[in-house]
């Protein structure tokens, strides 16, 4: 298979995006003051779920939603008129609900949301899970200091994002990294990231002839996967969002072969 399913124009769209949730992320810095103690967390539960009030004040959510949308039409042009149509209508209330919505990433909600208003059904949800990144990133630092002592099956123990991405870096370290917040915490080399089974015999390697620098690792237990990304190969350093993005192939692959929840 083919790495490159993804166009050249879709990757620079997010690249884009990318560098718009820094500059944002570092805006919103001293405007949000997130500090978490771990001391008032169960460390066995995803932080996001357990916050008493949301880490997304409207107003900065808001702002981050406009500057999402300057880059969409920057580089989608086309999209100009109904992204304009659809921020200028958001109400407050509006943007609340779209804060609790991408939150618990409530896709059924933002599809309703794009029929009621005549919108494509990709762009709600899409604007809003954007515009929400750069406060998972917020989020994520304020754990940096101990989301190691977080022992979460299955999910990222920062926002809850179901495990799909990993880094084995110098020396065959694998660290877990999450695609939506970019937390980055320690994993045991061979054990299944999905049910906790560490018998090597039930863990194998997929690999693809075209790519070196990444593999599916599957488990036999539960029927689900990970994958593997060897940042020794890699000519730069990227963010786990982008190396989700530019290692969809093995998604692809990995649901073929029957691999993945629902399979």
Same mark, same amino acid.
């Given at each position: ?21 820094d ?5 919103f ?7 978490l103690?771990? =001391? ?12 008493? !009030? ?25 999209l !100009? ?10 109400? =407050?209330?509006? #943007?609340?609900?779209w ?10 909600y933002?599809?309703?949301f794009?029929?009621?208003?005549e ?6 949800h ?13 989020l994520?630092?304020?754990? &940096?200091?101990? #989301? ?7 999910? /990222?123990?920062?926002? !809850?994002?179901p495990? &799909? ?19 980055e915490?320690?994993?045991? &080399?061979?054990?299944?990231?999905? /049910? %906790?089974d =560490? ?6 390697? #997929? ?14 237990? /539960? ?7 060897e940042?020794?190969?890699?000519l730069?350093?990227?963010t786990?969002?982008?190396? =989700?993005?530019?290692?969809?192939h ?11 929840? %629902?399979?």
């Amino acid at each position: 298979m083919n790495p490159n399913v993804v166009s050249e124009e879709y990757l620079n769209l997010q690249k884009a995006i990318i560098n718009k949730h820094d500059v944002l992320r570092e805006r919103f810095q001293a405007e949000l003051n997130l500090h978490l103690s771990k =001391d008032e967390l169960n460390e066995e539960i995803p932080v996001l779920p357990q916050l008493k !009030g949301s880490p997304v004040p409207g107003e900065l959510y808001r702002k981050s939603i406009k500057e999402i949308e300057s880059v969409l039409s920057e580089h989608q042009p086309e999209l !100009g008129e109904e992204l304009s149509r659809l921020t200028a209508n958001l109400t =407050d209330e509006d #943007i609340l609900k779209w804060i609790k919505e991408s939150v618990t990433y409530n896709t059924a909600y933002f599809q309703t949301f794009a029929e009621k208003n005549e919108l494509s059904a990709w762009l709600p949800h899409f604007l809003a899970e954007q515009a929400l990144r750069p406060f998972m990133h917020l989020l994520a630092q304020a754990c &940096r200091p101990f #989301i190691n002592e977080f022992e979460v099956m299955g999910t /990222c123990p920062c926002c !809850g994002e179901p495990h &799909r991405l990993a880094k084995i870096e110098n020396k065959g370290r694998k660290f877990l990294y999450c695609p939506r917040c970019e937390t980055e915490w320690k994993q045991r &080399r061979l054990q299944c990231v999905h /049910c %906790g089974d =560490d018998r090597h015999e039930h863990l194998f390697y #997929i690999t693809i002839k075209e790519d070196e620098t990444a593999k599916l690792e599957v488990c036999e237990t /539960c029927n689900n996967y990970l994958k593997l990304v060897e940042t020794k190969k890699l000519l730069e350093k990227k963010t786990a969002a982008l190396l =989700d993005l530019e290692t969809i192939h093995l998604d692809f692959v990995a649901q073929e072969e029957g691999y993945g929840e %629902g399979q």
